[in-house]
Structures are given as structure tokens and as C-alpha cells.
């Protein structure tokens, strides 16, 4: 069964400083990845997806993330942090079945 | 185009009550899915409607229902309700032909 861990359930940087948020998954066939971002009291907003082609995906407010097959990761970076990426990151698989199934999830933390 | 709309934003039932929760997708998206978000267990997949049609169900008991409209509307549906039903009810409608889910801002539940 396809499952997504998330190591770290929190994460402190400074601000400015270099954010990474891992994730890894296992899946029985060539997964779709996703991260999203949930602000408080507020629903999920996509920051970036995987389907196929370049490993290397590029989203919103200077996210990115590299699928590596072999370590079956899918980790969340961005070179700068800000005050307002303070916020809980998901990272999720897509099924074969359709289905979409979270990780737990990582809080951020940005220190002034 | 207007967003995920989700209502009502917060609810306040007793146990053994019914509610019922209503969750209207972006404009030409068919497919919405439902998922319950927790402290403890995270974001859990309830199920999927499309074209009025349940395509997935996760693994919730009978008493999590739900249905989808002509128009793609869906609502859930939770009888008998139990304390551990509070929770961050989330709606998400998916474009598929980008095959992106975009989440509403959720419902509130809270079982007194």
C-alpha cells in the first residue's frame, strides 16, 4: 500500500536561512507527488506537483522539490525563508487507485 | 473563478445528532473528494464523487455519507455523531486535466 512519511513533525529556521522539509513515500507504481501548504484555519494550497518528466519541480513562493527515484523522496526546499512561510507543509502521494494519501505533516517554524 | 466554497464554516452538535456539510467546487470541476483532518490522525480520505457517482471510499464507518448534485455540489453527511468526530472537514474539487485538487477552507466540526 502507498504510504508518505514526513520526517520532522516540527522544523525551526532562521529567517533567510535555507528550508527543508522531507519527504519520502513508498508506492507500488510510478507516483504523482504533491506538497501542499495549510495556513492556520485554513484549507490545503497546492505549492507544487510531480507527474512525470523533469525531476526538478518548480512551485509558488520560491518552493521546489526533487523526485529521486531511487530514495523514494520527494523533499521541499527553498534557498530563503520568510516570515510567512510559517505554516504546516504536506506532502502527499496519488494512488493507482486514485486516492490521495497524506503525510502527517511538518510545522514550520521562522525565527527573526 | 471562484474558489472551493464550504458551508457552513463552523458547526456545534451533540452526540448521537446528524449534520450535514455542503461544499460546492470551482466552476467546471466534477470531481470533489472529502477528507477529515485530526490532530492525531492527520488528513484521512473520506471519499470521491463524480458525475453523481461515489468513485472512492476510504475507510470510515457508515456513518460518514455523502452525495453529489447534478450541478457538483456534494454534501456529507454524519449521523449518530460521536466525540471523535470533531474535526477540520475539508472539500477539495479536481481538475482533471491538470489533475490538481484545490481545497476549500474546511468546516469545523466540534461534538459536544
Known amino acids: 500500500a502507498q504510504s508518505v512519511t514526513q520526517l520532522g513533525s516540527h522544523v525551526s529556521v532562521s529567517e533567510g536561512a535555507l528550508v527543508l522539509l522531507r519527504c519520502n513515500y513508498s508506492s507500488s507504481v510510478p507516483p504523482y507527488l504533491f506538497w501542499y501548504v495549510q495556513y492556520p484555519n485554513q484549507g490545503l494550497q497546492l505549492l507544487l506537483k510531480y507527474t512525470t518528466g523533469a525531476t526538478l519541480v518548480k512551485g509558488i513562493n520560491g518552493f521546489e522539490a526533487e523526485f529521486k527515484k531511487s530514495e523514494t523522496s520527494f523533499h521541499l526546499t527553498k534557498p530563503s525563508a520568510h516570515m510567512s512561510d510559517a505554516a504546516e507543509y504536506f506532502c502527499?502521494?496519488?494512488?493507482?487507485?486514485?486516492?490521495?494519501?497524506f503525510g502527517p505533516g511538518t510545522s514550520l517554524s521562522v525565527i527573526p | 473563478k471562484a474558489g472551493v466554497t464550504q458551508t457552513p464554516r463552523y458547526l456545534i452538535k451533540t452526540r448521537g445528532q446528524q449534520v450535514t456539510l455542503s461544499c460546492s467546487p470551482i466552476s467546471g470541476h466534477r470531481s470533489v473528494s472529502w477528507y477529515q483532518q485530526t490532530p492525531g490522525q492527520g488528513l484521512q480520505f473520506l471519499f470521491e464523487y463524480f458525475s453523481e457517482t461515489q468513485r472512492n471510499k476510504g475507510n470510515f464507518p457508515g456513518r460518514f455519507s455523502g452525495r453529489q448534485f447534478s450541478n457538483s455540489r456534494s454534501e456529507m453527511n454524519v449521523s449518530t455523531l460521536e466525540l471523535g468526530d470533531s474535526a477540520l472537514y475539508l472539500c477539495a474539487s479536481r481538475n482533471l486535466d491538470t489533475d490538481t485538487q484545490y481545497f476549500g477552507p474546511g468546516t469545523r466540526l466540534t461534538v459536544l
Open positions: 502527499a502521494v496519488k494512488t493507482s487507485y486514485d486516492k490521495v494519501i
